[in-house]
């Protein structure tokens, strides 16, 4: 990240799990596995028993879905996404919003979840969403391992 860019609101870091909107950027947009790993397991950790394994499993699901509905439309995996899908993961955004309202012991995974779905569906291939279920099942594993009740 440039200088001028550091002090941009969208690449300052977001809440207590130190998961930057530049970070997720980078392993959604370039598949830095490492990048996308530590930063799961940050915020699995962070959220731990305070927030439990249904609400952080009820966004995955439906992440998982449009996956796989993608798959299926194309197997090669860089096809890019389709107008339904894309709606679909930007809606995911208020449903989010909504549950973070109800527990805000979730903002830590709403900011990151948000900033991941913008990289999505800004850039619009199968393989960024596939990185983006990826990182969301390494929270869901992560906040199990870290004692998600």
């Given at each position: ?8 609101p ?21 598949d830095?596995a490492?990048?996308?790993?530590a930063?799961a ?5 962070d ?30 995996g860089?096809?890019?996404l ?7 993961l930007?809606l995911l ?7 973070t309202?109800r ?14 779905l ?5 850039q619009g291939?199968q393989?960024?969403l596939?990185?983006?279920s ?16």
């Amino acid at each position: 990240m440039n200088a001028a860019n550091a002090n941009h609101p969208r690449h300052k870091q977001q809440g207590p799990s130190g998961s930057d909107p530049a970070t997720i950027r980078g392993f959604i947009e370039d598949d830095q596995a490492d990048q996308l790993v530590a930063t799961a397991e940050r915020l699995g950790q962070d959220m731990g028993k305070q927030v439990s394994t249904s609400q952080v499993r009820n966004i995955f699901s439906s992440i998982k879905r449009l996956e796989m509905r993608e798959q299926q439309h194309s197997p090669s995996g860089d096809a890019p996404l389709s107008p339904n899908v894309r709606r679909e993961l930007l809606l995911l955004k208020p449903r989010l919003a909504y549950a973070t309202a109800r527990e805000n012991r979730l903002k830590p995974l709403h900011d990151a979840v948000t900033t991941a779905l913008d990289v999505v569906a800004q850039q619009g291939d199968q393989n960024a969403l596939r990185r983006l279920s990826a990182f969301y099942e390494a929270i869901v594993a992560y906040h199990q391992y870290h004692g998600g009740k």
